[in-house]
């Protein structure tokens, strides 16, 4: 699965909190699918998102998608394809993190942590793309 992790295109953070968000993606893909978990064995969509931004820094309420989507801001045009944005799909019952323009990372039922395409079966779901409206702790980059 590692082959589907690269260096991050463009992001909606720092260097630093960039490199973050891919470690905490990397190191949890392939981990299985359980509702409501948050971790460190199994996670659900909005788990996974809340527990890679976390450990990144980025400190927020854990919550379900839709109540991440209203606390959330909207992005538009390329903006939607940066490293890091929250794409919203099937009407905000779940949650993942764009790599790119060609896909993103979320916590899959059938595959637990995976990336998977947006073109296809995931293009007709995207409600809409995000991003939070939190910033990194300042204490993260003296580590």
């Known amino acids: ?16 909190v960039t490199n973050s968000i891919m470690d905490g993606i990397t190191s949890r893909l392939g981990i299985p699918y359980l509702y409501g978990a948050t971790g460190p064995n199994r996670y659900d969509c909005s788990g996974f998102v809340w527990a890679v931004f976390k450990d990144a820094g980025i400190d927020f309420e854990r919550t379900s998608a839709r109540s991440l989507w209203s606390m959330s801001t909207p992005v538009e045009g390329d903006e939607r394809y940066r490293f890091g944005t929250l794409v919203f799909l099937n009407n905000l019952g779940h949650i993942g993190i764009v790599a790119d323009e060609k896909g993103f990372y979320h916590a899959s039922r059938s595959k637990g942590i995976t990336y998977s395409p947006f073109a296809g079966y995931w293009e007709k779901r995207i409600v809409g793309f995000r991003k939070l409206n939190v910033e990194p702790r300042s204490a993260d980059t003296s580590k």
């Open 1 to 16: 699965m590692s082959s589907l992790v690269k260096t991050a295109p463009p992001s909606l953070y720092n260097g630093g």
